[in-house]
């Protein structure tokens, strides 16, 4: 080899060796700023080799996914992968790879990341390829959108809350369209009639199918009572009072059965001690419709008809049950019996009464469940958390 062909060898071994030290250089620097980048950016960031390690992870990234400072260099990226995906994700990496481009995942679809601690992060992330020495690195963008979920859910809610609503004021009009017009049409007709005995100067037959009138309009007006409780229901304080409950059911009772020439025969197995602590009204009604209900539901056949109740109770809490030997509710009925403007068949009322009885027990912190067998009667059982009195 001659002195120039050793020259020109080591001159360019020499001008090898200096770029070889400048990319590597280069390939410092740039790994440098991005070190330095991910340090002071305040969204979590992370970087990814071809290979699916995790080369950096910033503060905000780890805080993120519940990771120790440098813990997360050098795992793979599949560790922040749920469990379910991760036999997928290095097949997803290698596509992604094979055509790389800048682009935001999870806006379409569903994208979840979990933490060290098991967790699961709705995400959106964005993916920027980075040229690293000539190999290309990902560096993702994580974007944790866990509140914009929780907005998405209520807000799902809320139009499931509409959507039963409207389904209920659906029902409403299709039985308010009976219920409502049947009593304005007796009085109509009953008016008319009053009018026709005033010309025959029969004063008795008007009193009586006045007060026949006044009786309907009035219970028309509960009807459309109930329909404002029911929306004033959860709303409205009521305070609570210390009261017996066994006067209560008594004038209950007299109030409905008082018309009745043959009423049911009324059973009072009460055992919970007077008196109780709640909110008088809301028992009230809570009895009137379970009793009213009993009442409507006699069984002809039967020699007499039976209303047991009875109470007990448990600690701070007043359990009752109301039991007929009725007719009984079929069963494919029952599931049924507690849903609003839900007529059963022709001797259900307007639908509403158990509805909001329902509503107010729960309202109140209690349940009611209902038992029945056609041909045996039916039974409801429900329980009030009682009142602490107050100093």
Same mark, same amino acid.
């Given at each position: 080899?001659?002195?120039?062909?050793?020259?020109?060898?080591?001159?360019?071994?020499?001008?090898?060796?200096?770029?070889?030290?400048?990319?590597?250089?280069?390939?410092?620097?740039?790994?440098?700023?991005?070190?330095?980048?991910?340090?002071?950016?305040?969204?979590?960031?992370? #970087?990814?080799?071809?290979?699916?390690?995790?080369?950096?992870?910033?503060?905000?990234?780890?805080?993120?996914?519940?990771?120790?400072?440098?813990? #997360?260099?050098?795992?793979?990226?599949?560790?922040?992968?749920?469990?379910?995906?991760?036999?997928?994700?290095?097949?997803?990496?290698?596509?992604? $790879?094979?055509?790389?481009?800048?682009?935001?995942?999870?806006?379409?679809?569903?994208?979840?990341?979990?933490?060290?601690?098991?967790?699961?992060?709705? $995400?959106?992330?964005?993916?920027?390829?980075?040229?690293?020495?000539?190999?290309?690195?990902?560096?993702?963008?994580?974007?944790?959108?866990?509140?914009?979920?929780?907005?998405?859910?209520?807000?799902?809610?809320?139009?499931?809350?509409?959507?039963?609503?409207?389904?209920?004021?659906?029902?409403?009009?299709?039985?308010?369209?009976?219920?409502?017009?049947?009593?304005?049409?007796?009085?109509?007709? #009953? $008016?008319?009639?009053?009018?026709? !005995?005033?010309?025959?100067?029969?004063?008795?037959?008007?009193?009586?199918?006045?007060?026949?009138?006044?009786?309907?309009?009035?219970?028309?007006?509960?009807?459309?009572?109930?329909?404002?409780?029911?929306?004033?229901?959860?709303?409205? %304080?009521?305070? @609570?009072?210390?009261?017996?409950?066994?006067?209560?059911?008594?004038?209950?009772?007299?109030?409905?059965?008082?018309?009745?020439?043959?009423?049911?025969?009324?059973?009072? !197995?009460?055992?919970?001690?007077?008196?109780?602590?709640?909110?008088?009204?809301? %028992?009230?009604?809570?009895?009137?419709?379970? $009793?009213?209900?009993?009442?409507?539901?006699?069984?002809?056949?039967?020699?007499?008809?039976?209303?047991?109740? @009875?109470?007990?109770?448990?600690?701070?809490?007043?359990?009752?049950?109301? @039991?007929?030997?009725?007719?009984?509710?079929?069963?494919?009925?029952?599931?049924?019996? %507690?849903?609003?403007?839900?007529?059963?068949?022709?001797?259900?009322?307007?639908?509403?009464?158990?509805?909001?009885?329902?509503?107010?027990?729960?309202?109140?912190?209690?349940?009611?469940?209902?038992?029945?067998?056609?041909?045996?009667?039916?039974?409801?059982?429900?329980? #009030?958390?009682?009142?602490?009195?107050?100093?």
């Amino acid at each position: 080899m001659t002195d120039q062909q050793q020259r020109n060898g080591f001159d360019h071994g020499g001008a090898d060796r200096r770029q070889q030290a400048r990319r590597h250089s280069d390939s410092g620097h740039t790994m440098r700023e991005l070190d330095t980048a991910l340090k002071v950016c305040p969204m979590p960031l992370l #970087l990814v080799d071809p290979t699916g390690r995790i080369l950096m992870a910033n503060a905000p990234l780890e805080a993120l996914f519940d990771y120790a400072p440098g813990t #997360l260099s050098g795992a793979p990226v599949e560790c922040l992968v749920p469990e379910e995906l991760r036999s997928r994700h290095p097949g997803l990496r290698t596509a992604y $790879l094979r055509q790389p481009v800048k682009q935001v995942i999870g806006r379409r679809r569903d994208l979840n990341g979990v933490s060290r601690t098991g967790r699961t992060i709705p $995400l959106e992330l964005g993916l920027d390829p980075v040229q690293i020495n000539g190999v290309t690195h990902v560096l993702v963008a994580a974007l944790d959108i866990s509140e914009r979920k929780a907005m998405e859910v209520e807000r799902e809610q809320k139009n499931r809350e509409l959507e039963a609503l409207n389904t209920e004021l659906s029902s409403f009009a299709n039985s308010a369209s009976h219920d409502l017009k049947a009593p304005l049409s007796s009085i109509t007709g #009953l $008016l008319s009639i009053c009018i026709e !005995d005033l010309d025959g100067a029969d004063a008795g037959e008007v009193r009586h199918n006045l007060h026949r009138a006044l009786e309907i309009s009035r219970r028309s007006a509960a009807k459309v009572e109930n329909v404002l409780a029911i929306a004033r229901a959860g709303r409205q %304080f009521i305070p @609570a009072e210390a009261f017996p409950i066994g006067a209560e059911i008594a004038a209950i009772w007299r109030d409905l059965t008082s018309a009745m020439t043959a009423p049911p025969e009324l059973t009072l !197995d009460l055992h919970h001690g007077d008196p109780v602590r709640t909110e008088r009204p809301t %028992f009230n009604m809570i009895m009137d419709n379970l $009793l009213s209900n009993a009442i409507r539901y006699a069984d002809a056949v039967k020699s007499r008809h039976r209303i047991r109740i @009875a109470s007990t109770r448990k600690g701070g809490t007043l359990w009752i049950s109301v @039991a007929d030997n009725g007719l009984g509710i079929a069963k494919e009925h029952l599931p049924r019996v %507690f849903n609003m403007f839900e007529r059963l068949d022709d001797r259900s009322g307007d639908g509403m009464g158990l509805s909001l009885v329902r509503k107010q027990i729960e309202r109140l912190g209690g349940r009611i469940s209902a038992e029945s067998r056609e041909g045996a009667g039916t039974e409801f059982t429900f329980s #009030l958390p009682l009142a602490q009195e107050t100093t």
